[in-house]
Nanobody, 115 residues
Framework: QVQLVESGGGLVQPGESLKLSCAAS????????VAWHRQAPGKQREFVAG???????QYADSVKGRFTISTDNTWNTVYLRMSNLKPEDTAVYFC?????????WGQGTQVTVSS
């Protein structure tokens, strides 16, 4: 089993940057893929970015060129660097890890982009 804890959310103005962290613990060696998702009020949860053990990354079209997903060498922490933030990026951001075919979720961190 893997436990995930997100941090780094907050209130920023449009155009500013923010870096989220997802700290993993437990059976980290079983993680095959980690992704960031987000859920805005009244909307469904959506995929934002993901990274595989091989280093392959994927991004939603809405964040390409603005967001970057990365990990540390041990996969203990997965980051989401967000730049040029827009009001429509406002959401709760969740980290999810795929382990042995099971998706584990963190509790989420709030990101609010407002002037």
């Amino acid at each position: 089993q893997v436990q995930l804890v997100e941090s780094g959310g907050g209130l920023v103005q449009p155009g500013e940057s923010l870096k989220l962290s997802c700290a993993a613990s437990g059976r980290i060696f079983t993680i095959a893929y980690v992704a960031w998702h987000r859920q805005a009020p009244g909307k469904q949860r959506e995929f934002v970015a993901g990274v595989s053990r091989s280093g392959t990354t994927q991004y939603a079209d809405s964040v390409k060129g603005r967001f970057t997903i990365s990990t540390d060498n041990t996969w203990n922490t997965v980051y989401l660097r967000m730049s040029n933030l827009k009001p429509e990026d406002t959401a709760v951001y969740f980290c999810a890890a795929l382990t042995n075919g099971v998706r584990e979720w963190g509790q989420g961190t709030q990101v609010t982009v407002s002037s």
